[in-house]
């Protein structure tokens, strides 16, 4: 399985980042279809979901973000676990560990993609491996010095260490 977080993870959302942490979510939502994904994002998610791989979305935010990103995207994720769905936000790993049960997977099997040092301690709390993302961050010594047990500044880096770890088609 893997798990993405959503926010500069799979989507820029740096310019509703005011609105976000001000919880206008009416605002976030008249915004979101102009959010850019990140290159490569859309394949990726469409090569993962082809080779037979459970895809999650776990974020701090409220899921209609991510739901109308799913939908706009035809992105195949099915799991979407929210600010709403949980009492602990990341670093606990309630999201992940709600995720892997929504899917019936394993911890060892389980990857957590994400941009934040609480990305990394969600993993560890949840024993899955941490894959740190840095190509939406402009600072990432924070996300480093959390140790995540694979980093990429990528996405095309990501999918390379995906298509070695799963076997996708090059």
Known sequence: MIIFDFDQTLVDTSSVEDLRAARNWKAVMAQASKLPVYEGINELIQELHEAGH?????????DMVPKAFIKAHSWPIDIVVGYH??????????GLLLAMSKAGASPGETYHVGDQPQDTGASRGAGVIAVGSTWGSTDTSELEASKPDVLFSTVSELREYFAAELGLED
Do not use: M, Y
Request: avoid cysteine.
């Open 85 to 94: 769905q949980v009492q602990n936000r990341k670093p606990h790993p309630e």
């Open 54 to 62: 459970k895809i999650a979305i776990v974020t701090k935010s409220p």
